[in-house]
């Protein structure tokens, strides 16, 4: 059963933006610090970005800090992933994930998550 719905993924020429939506419906949102993550071909799931609760405080990956932006609204329950410059090693399967609290955030830790989105693919060509 799919507890979270992404969207946004495309193809898209290096140098270039996407902006990936996660939108969790008739879900507590608030109660939900929410991540991204992507998996390339052969390789593993790998942290990307997470955001908490709040929205006071956002992490991110060396290979994305000052390309990506993560960010949550409230009002919508839907978290964000805005993707500039964009590079052909982004191109993966971008997969956004729910975490409930349970006393403290762990955003890089992907076995923390509670929930899951079947994935949107995001292609750079170079």
């Known amino acids: 059963q799919v507890e979270l719905a992404e969207s946004g993924g495309g193809l898209v020429q290096a140098g270039g933006s996407l902006r990936l939506s996660c939108g969790a419906p008739g879900r507590a949102f608030a109660s939900f610090a929410m991540g991204w993550f992507r998996q390339a071909p052969g390789k593993e799931r790998e942290f990307v970005a997470a955001i908490d609760w709040s929205g006071d405080r956002t992490y991110y990956a060396d290979s994305v800090k000052g390309r990506f932006t993560i960010a949550r609204d409230g009002a919508k329950h839907t978290a964000y992933l805005q993707m500039t410059s964009l590079k052909p090693e982004d191109t993966a399967v971008y997969y956004c994930?729910?975490?409930?609290?349970?006393?403290?955030?762990?955003?890089?830790?992907?076995?923390?998550?509670?929930?899951w989105g079947q994935g949107t693919q995001v292609t750079v060509s170079s």
């Open positions: 994930a729910a975490q409930y609290y349970r006393g403290g955030h762990y955003p890089l830790a992907r076995d923390k998550y509670d929930l």
